[in-house]
């Protein structure tokens, strides 16, 4: 089984910030099978990128996804308040069909 | 714009059989999506259960292949979780969503299901 670590598991910045965060595989995957999504307490959990790089629909251009292999980054470029959540990223295995998500990264206002 | 609602009892008795419905608006339950449902116990991360095609296809997390059944009522825009033999790690918030291009584009709100006596 393929095994996700987010890091780091809780990231303080200011709004106005740069947050990078990193999503490592323990085998490598391929692009289309990698999400990012943004989890509020008490809310639905919102896809931000699919296919490691691609904004889904409404998601604001801050948020940005790259990495291939076993190394994925999602990066929002200026924090606004409302980006403060946790972060999970996801893969996807076809063989047999497995969605396996991160531990997870909070995001919180320093 | 789709939108994902899940309804079902609370609270569950160890032993039991847990089931809750999801109910689709703006969208029709045949459009090509795979119908997933996924939970989140307290403190944990996010665990995928499994999911159904409208015409019957389904796939399931292992881990708890042999306790699950999914289901789609095209009628009715819902499809259903039954999970058997719950007990206390099976508390969680279980969420109903929508999977399209290798990802879950949609999401329901989640609903909280406690198992105890």
């Known amino acids: 089984d393929i095994v996700l670590t987010q890091s780091p598991g809780t990231l303080s910045l200011s709004p106005g910030e740069r947050a990078t965060l990193s999503c490592r595989t323990s085998q490598s995957v391929r692009n289309t099978y990698l999400a990012w999504y943004q989890h509020k307490p008490g809310q639905a959990p919102r896809l931000l990128i699919y296919g490691a790089s691609s904004r889904a629909t409404g998601i604001p251009d801050r948020f940005s996804g790259s990495g291939s292999g076993t190394d994925f980054t999602l990066t929002i470029s200026r924090l606004e308040p409302e980006d403060f959540a946790v972060y999970y990223c996801q893969q996807y295995d076809g063989s047999p069909v497995m969605y396996t998500f991160g531990p997870g990264t909070k995001l919180e206002i320093k | 714009q789709v939108q994902l609602q899940e309804s079902g009892p609370g609270l569950v008795k160890p032993s039991g059989t847990l089931s809750l419905t999801c109910t689709v608006s703006g969208a029709s339950i045949r459009r090509g999506t795979w119908w997933t449902w996924v939970r989140q116990a307290p403190g944990k991360g996010l665990e995928w259960i499994g999911e159904m095609y409208h015409n019957g296809n389904s796939n399931f997390n292992p881990s708890l292949r042999s306790r699950v059944t999914i289901s789609v009522d095209k009628s009715k825009n819902q499809f259903s979780l039954d999970l058997t033999s719950v007990t206390a790690a099976d508390t969680a918030i279980y969420y109903c969503?929508?999977?399209?291009?290798?990802?879950?584009?949609?999401w329901g709100q989640g609903t909280l299901v406690t198992v105890s006596s």
């Open positions: 969503a929508g999977a399209g291009w290798y990802a879950l584009d949609f």
